[in-house]
């Protein structure tokens, strides 16, 4: 250090360099007594020792549940509730396919909420993006039903996306003006 330097300021200096070792030392430490070192974020969770028993449970469910669709693939339910479990599970890529699977069964029958909800999932797996494929199926519910919320809120959430502020809004206020009083959305 320059002796022109005022020991007042070199003390400050050498405080805040003893914190910037310091800091992630004790942070360290702390990790390695109570955090969780062994857990590779790639591991399975249900492979973990000492998991949340809950977490487990929905784990082992949701594979149950994927077993049995495998043998009898023609119920659209049981895809639709296989595609909610992956979503509690954070699992987007799986639960955009049984969400697909779904969609297919449906065919050309009026499905709306199977696509709202398959459409919401393709959103979540592209990081809160309103893609193009997602806006197809919000367009797809809107031709079913001119007044579902959450189509007309993602379809307004791409127009934010795309920089059109002022379309986004004027989606969303007629989207407010439209809700009966208590709506839960």
Same mark, same amino acid.
């Given at each position: ?13 050498? +405080? ?8 992630? &030392?004790? =942070?360290? $430490? !702390?990790?390695? @007594?109570?955090?969780? #070192? ?49 979503? +509690? ?8 396919? &049984?969400? =697909?699977? $779904? !969609?297919?069964? @449906?065919?050309?029958? #009026? ?67 439209? @809700? ?6």
């Amino acid at each position: 250090m320059s002796p022109n330097i005022p020991v007042a300021q070199r003390g400050r200096r050498w +405080t805040a360099l003893a914190a910037a070792l310091i800091t992630p &030392a004790i =942070a360290f $430490a !702390v990790y390695m @007594a109570i955090g969780s #070192p062994d857990l590779s974020p790639n591991r399975n969770p249900a492979q973990v020792a000492g998991a949340d028993p809950e977490h487990m449970d929905m784990v082992a469910l949701t594979q149950q549940l994927a077993a049995r669709l495998a043998k009898s693939p023609g119920d659209i339910q049981g895809w639709m509730l296989l595609g909610r479990s992956y979503v +509690t599970l954070e699992d987007f890529p799986r639960a955009i396919a &049984a969400y =697909a699977k $779904a !969609v297919a069964l @449906a065919g050309d029958k #009026p499905a709306p909420m199977v696509l709202a909800e398959y459409a919401e999932t393709l959103v979540q797996g592209n990081n809160g993006l309103v893609g193009d494929d997602a806006q197809a199926q919000f367009r797809r519910v809107l031709k079913i039903i001119p007044a579902e919320p959450r189509s007309q809120f993602y379809l307004g959430l791409a127009k934010a996306q795309a920089g059109d502020a002022k379309g986004a809004l004027a989606d969303w206020v007629a989207l407010l003006k439209q @809700a009966e009083p208590g709506a839960p959305w």
